[in-house]
């Protein structure tokens, strides 16, 4: 036993002493008893009312509101994944009305891999929070197979499908199914008659006729065959002059067709790319475009300047003819489709309002539309939170409830997320060697400062921070900056707030008329001799309430009531219950502490050589740190947290 081990042991019998508390929470508690097996939580009155994407896209129609929606295609590589999601984030920010991902039918689509079409539409629904549309094909699937595969996307949440016949195998050819799938049509049919009106179809349009088709007008009777089967819109196919998508709309309009009709544009990105696609499509270019390309064929930078400018012409022209809506086929590619956003005024330049204190944006995925509530050790990290709450049936909804431990799962699909890591920056970042516990102290310090590190560059990412610091965070920004700097290392923090209006742009969340509130609230890791300093100054006031832990659990002190979470954060807004988004919860901190803990080793340990000293450092501090979580109750008041703080490190300096 160390030295600060036998110094510290009588402090914490004395602890449980004092408060007759079992102060050894069994860590089953929090692993065994999971949501799915009796939520006592009641139905909100709340209850959100999420529109269909079809009612969405014939409101923007109503209302003459110009939209745009994105086409990505699943990688091949799981380094390939981490890149897409880097872009989806990017280019969700421009706020698109949806994003759709292809179905390959050669690369396992419905499968659990992360290059898989099923989880890219998982994560660009669920972490991304965009509203998603994964395409299917049916030829050569039994409707045994596509059962499966439709309820594997309705279990994700995914409401909309783009239904497409799909491919034979290369090198094979199509060939009639016997009571089996052949034409697009057959799978809207099969959706509709399965599923009724759960998911919204969109299908291929094809301005030129579908290549397949023995005529330009036999394609138009199919395309109405598969909107009379249930298809709720259409997009179509690219195209390069304006004129060929407003006759094929007149067209359809002339044949019945009524559902919205949304043009598919491809910006040109490379001669070799415009050249396979166009061979696959079996479209013709135009002759002025192949003139222009075939001079620049060599020079990237000019071909994409050139491919900017057509689609940007393209799309001025459609829209000067009243089209409002328009698809791009990125290609995986974000700058050109940026570019021509930003040319045609169609990206966002509106910050997202918070929805609640850990929601940027209101939630896409229809598995959990009604959550309302979380502990607030995730609110830092809200993507480890979905991937570890995925399996539940049901979210908790009005309050968090008698918390009789829900089951948190693994990370295991969190690993998409961890190979985004750039080592790179991150080492220029977080220190290319780490010699001593101040080392580490000070890259924290930096990060919530946002001042330069030793190396003179500023921390834009933190391991313990999927999304930045929060703007609150800039109304403490001078104690936290203190506090890092003495070994006080804080990972999620909030000021008290008492009746502040909703629309305040630092402190405010949902509905802009109402008023928000919260307690003070402050998480951070200690070395492991602060504890008695630390649990002499909590005892001065009362009316805190607190939870201290280490890596293994054999230190775990609190004196809250185990099974009733705290309320941290609530909001009173006209006609509504009141809202209480995040709570403090002893027993989801038991699994939020191994998470936590396993961050200094899993993610920033990961950086450095096996056995070398910053490796061994940061390995040192998750075994011998605590992590804490404080709640200063009295919220209407200035927060006592600070004056805690100050008076533990007195006592220290005191004792040395």
Request: some cysteine; glycine content about 6%.
């Amino acid at each position: 036993m160390s030295q600060i081990d036998t110094a510290i042991s009588p402090v914490i019998e004395n602890f449980q002493s004092k408060f007759m508390l079992d102060t050894n929470i069994p860590l089953s508690l929090a692993r065994n008893v999971s949501f799915q097996n009796g939520l006592s939580n009641p139905v909100s009155p709340n209850s959100t009312v999420h529109e269909s994407l079809i009612d969405k896209i014939n409101k923007k129609i109503e209302n003459k509101e110009t939209w745009f929606s994105l086409e990505f295609f699943p990688p091949k590589t799981v380094n390939g994944a981490s890149n897409l999601i880097s872009k989806l984030e990017f280019l969700g920010s421009g706020k698109p009305l949806f994003c759709d991902i292809t179905w390959h039918p050669a690369g396992d689509p419905a499968s659990d891999k992360p290059t898989s079409s099923m989880k890219i539409a998982n994560v660009m629904l669920n972490y991304c929070l965009l509203e998603t549309m994964l395409h299917i094909t049916c030829y050569g699937q039994t409707r045994e197979s596509m059962k499966q595969y439709l309820d594997k996307a309705k279990s994700i949440g995914v409401r909309n499908l783009l239904a497409l016949r799909g491919d034979p195998a290369v090198g094979t050819e199509w060939q009639y199914q016997q009571n089996g799938f052949n034409y697009a049509t057959d799978l809207v049919k099969f959706i509709r008659e399965n599923y009724g009106d759960y998911f919204v179809i969109c299908v291929a349009g094809y301005p030129h006729g579908h290549p397949d088709s023995n005529s330009y007008e036999e394609d138009l009777n199919h395309l109405k065959e598969k909107v009379d089967a249930g298809a709720d819109f259409i997009i179509t196919q690219l195209f390069f002059k304006p004129e060929k998508f407003l006759n094929y709309v007149d067209d359809c309009r002339r044949i019945g067709i009524k559902c919205p009709i949304i043009p598919g544009i491809l910006p040109i990105q490379s001669y070799d790319s415009l050249r396979h696609i166009c061979k696959l499509s079996k479209l013709e270019v135009p002759q002025n475009i192949v003139s222009a390309m075939e001079k620049i064929k060599d020079n990237d930078e000019a071909i994409r300047i050139y491919g900017i400018e057509q689609a940007v012409n393209l799309c001025q022209e459609l829209m000067k003819a009243g089209v409002l809506g328009v698809h791009f086929y990125t290609l995986n590619r974000d700058v050109a489709v940026t570019e021509i956003l930003r040319r045609l005024e169609l990206w966002s330049k509106e910050p997202e309002p918070r929805h609640l204190p850990w929601k940027s944006k209101q939630l896409c995925s229809y598995s959990r539309p009604d959550e309302d509530v979380r502990p607030i050790f995730w609110s830092i990290r809200p993507k480890s939170y979905v991937c570890r709450t995925s399996d539940w049936d049901q979210f908790p909804n009005g309050r968090w409830g008698n918390s009789s431990a829900p089951s948190f799962g693994d990370l295991k699909d969190y690993h998409i997320f961890y190979s985004k890591i750039n080592t790179k920056e991150c080492l220029a970042q977080w220190g290319h060697e780490l010699n001593h516990e101040t080392d580490v102290w000070n890259v924290f310090a930096s990060f919530v400062s946002g001042k330069p590190n030793k190396n003179g560059l500023k921390i834009t990412s933190f391991p313990w921070c999927e999304e930045g610091l929060a703007t609150e965070t800039s109304l403490m920004t001078d104690e936290l900056e203190r506090f890092n700097r003495q070994g006080i290392l804080t990972i999620n923090s909030q000021p008290s707030v008492n009746g502040a209006p909703s629309s305040d742009p630092v402190i405010g969340w949902g509905a802009s008329d109402g008023y928000v509130y919260q307690k003070a609230y402050l998480e951070f890791f200690i070395p492991k001799s602060f504890l008695p300093f630390l649990l002499q100054s909590l005892e001065k006031y009362p009316r805190v309430i607190y939870h201290i832990i280490n890596r293994s659990g054999d230190i775990n002190l609190t004196n809250c009531t185990l099974l009733n979470p705290n309320a941290v954060t609530w909001g009173v807004f006209p006609g509504k219950e009141i809202v209480q988004p995040t709570v403090v919860d002893p027993i989801s901190f038991m699994s939020w502490k191994d998470e936590a803990f396993n961050i200094w080793t899993d993610y920033w340990g990961k950086l450095y050589e096996p056995n070398s000293p910053s490796k061994h450092l940061l390995e040192t501090i998750s075994n011998t740190y605590l992590l804490a979580n404080i709640v200063d109750n009295e919220f209407q008041k200035e927060t006592c947290i600070w004056s805690i703080l100050n008076e533990m490190l007195e006592l220290k300096s005191k004792s040395n």
